[in-house]
Nanobody
Framework: EVQLVESGGGLVQPGGSLKLSCAAS????????MKWVRQAPGKELEWVSE????????TYADAVKGRFTISRDNAKNMLYLQMSSLKPEDTATYYC?????RGQGTQVTVSS
């Protein structure tokens, strides 16, 4: 059974940082590109970032480029999202995902 479990969300002030983690199990993690997506209240799901199988290539949405860094540890079946210079508009539930699967999400709230 595919499982994706996100953690690391919370309340942070504008300009702050958070690191999200996603523990993957039930599939061959190292064989799939992985991505982070987010959904703000009342808005559609938004793609945030993606990383290739080996981690050698990453892509980002314009809204987060230069502030977020995606990474992975295939030995540990872990996906990460380092977020810095956070803005109120980054407030959302963040999900790790691949193919048609995604986890339960972790809430990030950016507010003073």
């Amino acid at each position: 059974e595919v499982q994706l479990v996100e953690s690391g969300g919370g309340l942070v002030q504008p300009g702050g940082s958070l690191k999200l983690s996603c523990a993957a199990s039930g599939f061959t993690f190292g064989s799939y590109a992985m991505k982070w997506v987010r959904q703000a209240p009342g808005k559609e799901l938004e793609w945030v970032s993606e990383i290739t199988v080996g981690g050698g290539s990453t892509t980002y949405a314009d809204a987060v480029k230069g502030r977020f860094t995606i990474s992975r540890d295939n030995a540990k079946n872990m996906l990460y999202l380092q977020m810095s210079s956070l803005k109120p508009e980054d407030t959302a539930t963040y999900y790790c995902a691949f193919l048609g699967y995604r986890g339960q999400g972790t809430q990030v709230t950016v507010s003073s």
